[in-house]
C-alpha cells in the first residue's frame, strides 16, 4: 500500500487510533461519542484541503445538489446560489462564504479519488454504506443550528479548529425515516463539550443532539463520513 495514503492499511484504525479499535466497536459504536486528539496537526494531510475544495468549486460544474451552504443565523435557500439552469453560482457562494455561511460539498468522495477510497475501505469495517461530506466554515461561524444526524458520522478536522457541544438524545438510534424537526426536538442537557484541531477525529452516533462553531481566527474545514446503516427493509 503507499505511503501517499496510510489511512488505507486500517481506515478505521488511522481515523481513530488502531489501539481503540477493537474497544470502540464493542462499547461506543451506536452507543457513546468518542474524541480522539491526536495532537498531529498533518495526520491527514494529503486527505483534503481548503486549497483543493477551492480548486472543486471554482473549476468543477457543480450541479444543484453538488453543493450546498449553511448558516445558523440565517434561513438559506437554494435559489440563493444556483442559477436558472441548475448550476451553482460561484460568484454567489464566495459572497454568501464571506458573509459567514458554510460551503458543503455533499458526496465528495464522488468528486475525489482518495475520499472513494477511504469509504470503501470503511465499508469492509462496517458492513454499511459510506458517505462523506465536506465543510468549510468561515471563522467565526456556525452552519447549523443544534440537531441530530439520523446515520453515525465520524469527523476528520482537516484544517482549522471548530467547538463542538453534545446534548442529549430524543431519538434513540433514529433510521433514515426519523429525521431531525426543527421544533419538534430540543437540545436538552449539556452533556460534553470539546474542540477539534487539525489532525483530530470524533465519533457522533445518530440522534445525539449537537452543534458546531469555528474556533479561532481562521477557517475550519472538516470531513464528515456518514455511517448509513442497513435496515431490514433494505434486505427486504
Given amino acids: 500500500m ?12 488511522y481515523l481513530i487510533g488502531a489501539e481503540r479499535v477493537v474497544d470502540f466497536l464493542a462499547r461506543s459504536y451506536e452507543r457513546d461519542p468518542l474524541v480522539v486528539h491526536h495532537k498531529a496537526p498533518k495526520r491527514f494531510d494529503g486527505l483534503m484541503s481548503i486549497d483543493a475544495v477551492d480548486r472543486i468549486v471554482t473549476s468543477v460544474d457543480l450541479r444543484e445538489g453538488q453543493l450546498d451552504m449553511a448558516n445558523a443565523a440565517r434561513q438559506m435557500v ?3 446560489f444556483v442559477d436558472g439552469a441548475g448550476y451553482i453560482d460561484r460568484g454567489a457562494v464566495a459572497e454568501l462564504y464571506r458573509g ?7 458526496q465528495a468522495h464522488q468528486l475525489d479519488p482518495g475520499l472513494a477510497r477511504l469509504c470503501r475501505g470503511l465499508e469492509h469495517v462496517f458492513s454499511a454504506h459510506v458517505q ?3 465543510y468549510l466554515t468561515p471563522p467565526n461561524a456556525q452552519g ?7 446515520h453515525d458520522v465520524l469527523v476528520i478536522q482537516i484544517e482549522g479548529e471548530k ?3 453534545l446534548y442529549d438524545k430524543p431519538v434513540d438510534t433514529p433510521y433514515r425515516g426519523e429525521g431531525f424537526e426543527l421544533g419538534k426536538f430540543e437540545a436538552g442537557e449539556l452533556k460534553q463539550e470539546f ?9 457522533v452516533p445518530r440522534g445525539l443532539m449537537h452543534d458546531a462553531l469555528t474556533s479561532g481566527d481562521a477557517a475550519s474545514l472538516h470531513i464528515t463520513i456518514g455511517l448509513i446503516t442497513r435496515t431490514w427493509a433494505d434486505l427486504m
Avoid: M, Q, V
Wanted: charged content about 25%; aromatic content about 12%; glycine content about 6%.
Fill in 163 to 165: 467547538a463542538w457541544r
Fill in 100 to 106: 459567514g455561511s458554510t460551503i458543503i460539498l455533499n
Fill in 2 to 13: 503507499t505511503t501517499k495514503e496510510p489511512w488505507l492499511d486500517d481506515p478505521l484504525g
Fill in 195 to 203: 474542540t477539534l484541531k487539525a489532525g483530530d477525529c470524533a465519533y
Fill in 144 to 150: 447549523f443550528r443544534t440537531h441530530y444526524d439520523n
Fill in 78 to 80: 437554494r435559489s440563493d
Fill in 132 to 134: 462523506t461530506n465536506l
